[in-house]
């Protein structure tokens, strides 16, 4: 079985440009996460997701950052517009269950120049 | 939310066992203990998890204090392909929560 999905792996964009990422879930896992994680630093929640619904988006920084769940299946992260201190990876993970263990995606990772 | 200590780094000789220790002093009753552990360029893997009594799966077993303070996960035949990042993590029962602190960025030398 395929595990969780994300396009692109890589991507190099000029700050103040707009860029996505895309993520495909375990099939039949309601919970999504979006993560992102700096250089050297273990990784922190964006968001998560109950099926199509953001049930916490407190840590995702609204002004610039957007993501949806359509259909409560497939769901992308936009950053718009991308500034310096946004480059990271960003991860992509989903569960079963909120209870269940989770699992990440490979990744994808933003440089910003 | 309470947090986790974990050394930096820690260093193993191939086919021996590998102990990662992780404090959580401040740990409370419905707090799980779970360990992820992130190889080079991958997303972080699932490898163990646990409450109150030790855990064993086939990847590791997980080693936990009696008063819950501490907690150790144990590799019992480290291999080349478990150099990465292990994160000890605490979660409350029935939630998603996880805190990833910096981990230990395990070696394993040949």
């Known amino acids: 079985e395929a595990g969780v999905v994300q396009s692109p792996r890589y991507k190099i964009i000029e700050k103040k440009q707009p860029v996505a990422f895309w993520c495909n879930p375990i099939?039949?896992?309601?919970?999504l996460y979006w993560y992102r994680q700096n250089l050297g630093q273990g990784p922190e929640l964006l968001i998560r997701?109950?099926?199509?619904?953001?049930?916490?988006d407190s840590q995702l920084p609204k002004d610039r950052f957007s993501a949806e769940r359509l259909k409560g299946v497939d769901s992308t992260l936009k950053i718009q517009p991308a500034e310096l201190g946004d480059s990271a990876v960003y991860l992509c993970a989903s569960s079963l269950m909120v209870s269940t263990e989770a699992f990440f995606g490979q990744g994808t990772r933003l440089t910003v120049v | 939310d309470a947090k986790t200590t974990q050394p930096n780094s820690m260093e193993s000789n191939e086919e021996e066992p590998v102990h990662l220790p992780c404090n959580h002093s401040t740990i409370s009753g419905t707090d799980y203990i779970h360990w992820y552990r992130q190889l080079p360029s991958q997303g972080p893997e699932y490898v163990i998890h646990g409450l109150t009594s030790n855990v064993n799966n086939r990847m590791a077993s997980l080693a936990i204090a009696e008063d819950r303070k501490s907690s150790t996960l144990i590799l019992h035949r480290a291999t080349l392909r478990d150099a990465a990042v292990y994160y000890c993590i605490l979660s409350k029962a029935g939630t998603y929560k996880y805190i990833f602190g910096t981990g230990t960025r395990l070696k394993v030398l040949a």
């Open positions: 099939s039949g896992h309601n919970t």
């Open positions: 997701y109950e099926n199509e619904e953001a049930v916490d």
